[in-house]
């Protein structure tokens, strides 16, 4: 009886908090690139620039048109919309400028020749098509107002130079989605700069209309950039290009791999497939959650041949999947692994980062009979808002917090002696030692996890709290940045790298 009582009062719990802003969104790169005119041209160097250019590497230099926002509207809340908009091209920009360094294009080759004058929903004023620019890259932003829609943005590019890669591109934010967000929260700030960054990765290279045109570092095309392979079921195609091939036989530990593999969704596309790497930036399904930029986007870069170098110190560790061998990228899914769960398992555990707990699920992202805790419909630990959401009853009684030093442990504790519920993801604020212990603050009472998986008692509680499986790796997971930069900056694994104009270790202090 007590025990029943005790399972409706979490589940109450649960489904009283927000959700607004946990929902997946998908990426729509693919249906709208097919829409667009793009071309591929041919710049003549002539023997007069060649000399004048300079073949030293510089940091890649975005530039960017808005003219659109004034253009259609000078409505208040689109004006709004806009300076968020600009400010996280600005910050996405500054990402790439430390990322990559490029031998700028020969003179003259920045200005517009296509035969269209559109670039996406864009028309490329006439000043573009007479004049060069000092750029490495020209955006044209524009939105749209599809609330009912699934995607945040959209982007490809529009012109690209043979051997030397795209010079014009495109960015069109969803207004009908983006609306409801609330940018003054620095946290859903930084998933519009990780939207941005996503994006502008699609325009840069990673995008199925320009792998044809990557090259290898003599400037010829590569020989067969992909293979396409029936994995669990699927026609999967396997990206193959060698940076990305070293990158995942070292990654997998598999020796024999055939590439890495493209989402297999709907044919070929310009993502990472989600079965094999969870939360990566370039994987189809966008949620607000820490994004990691791992060796495979930095490897695709590379790969390109387009730039000069791609800053290794800028990648992120990632875990899923690593050291697990061949038959993880290839096999099917062992739900008897942390990477996944039992199809038709009915608890309610934290993801695979810890970062939130939720239903063991599939997804159109997933291949068949494979499933994993997805926490995206649920409250996520790190995300304060829900701190102020919870009935401080339930509160006290189960020890829980949220906020950026909070992470999801398996649990079934709960205050006092007669009630107990069911072991489950609940959200506890915690510290790393250097040592790789794991302090965890039960509503205020603190435990010491020493050692992988263990189960400890908490005094003043019945149940059990579950240590995690591999505590050095729970204390190396990807972080979120002090204060995430005070949205003045970009989150690069747990450091914030500020724009021009501010300073300090949370981008709080003006320069
Ligand atoms: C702005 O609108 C004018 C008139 O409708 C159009 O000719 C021009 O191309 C537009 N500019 C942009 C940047 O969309
Ligand atoms: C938006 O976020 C800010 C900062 O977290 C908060 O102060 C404000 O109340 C939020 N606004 C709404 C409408 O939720
Ligand atoms: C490239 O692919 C074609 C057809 O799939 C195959 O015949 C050829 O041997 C491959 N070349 C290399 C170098 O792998
Ligand atoms: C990322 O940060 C951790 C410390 O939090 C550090 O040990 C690691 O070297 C950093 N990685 C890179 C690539 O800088
Ligand atoms: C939680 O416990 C379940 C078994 O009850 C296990 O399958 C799962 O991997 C555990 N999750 C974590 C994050 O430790
Ligand atoms: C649980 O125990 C407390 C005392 O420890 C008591 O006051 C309370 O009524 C008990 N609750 C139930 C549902 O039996
Ligand atoms: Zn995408």
Redesign the pocket.
Known sequence: MNKFVANIFVACFVFTLSQAHQQKHICAHEIMNEQLDQEIVDFIVYENDRNLQSTDPRNLKITYDM??FS?LSNNLEIQTFRSYCEKSIIIASNFFSNLITIVPKPAGSMKWDSKSDTCGK??V?SVDKATDKDSDLHLYITFSDNPQETYLAYAGWCRSLISRGPTHGHINFNFGLLKSFNFTDSLQFQSLIQTVTHEIIHILGFSRSLITQWVDSNKNPHINSTVQLTVRGILTTFLKTPNVLEFAKMYYGCDTIPGMPLENLGGSSSHWETTVIQDELMNAAQASTIHIFTGFTAALLRDTGFYASVNSNMEEKSFYGKDAGCSFVTGSCDGNKREFCHVGSQEKNCDYYYQGFGQCKSSIFLDENCQIYDSFSYPQCFDDSNNFQIDPTFKNALGVSFGPSSKCFNSSLIKSTNRSIQKQGICYNYICTDAYQVIVDVGGTKVTCSNNGEQLQVVGYSGILTCPEKLDQFCSFNKLCPNNCNSNGFCNNGTCICMNGFKGTACDQAA
Request: glycine share 0%; net charge neutral.
């Open positions: 003219a659109y253009n864009a028309t004023p």
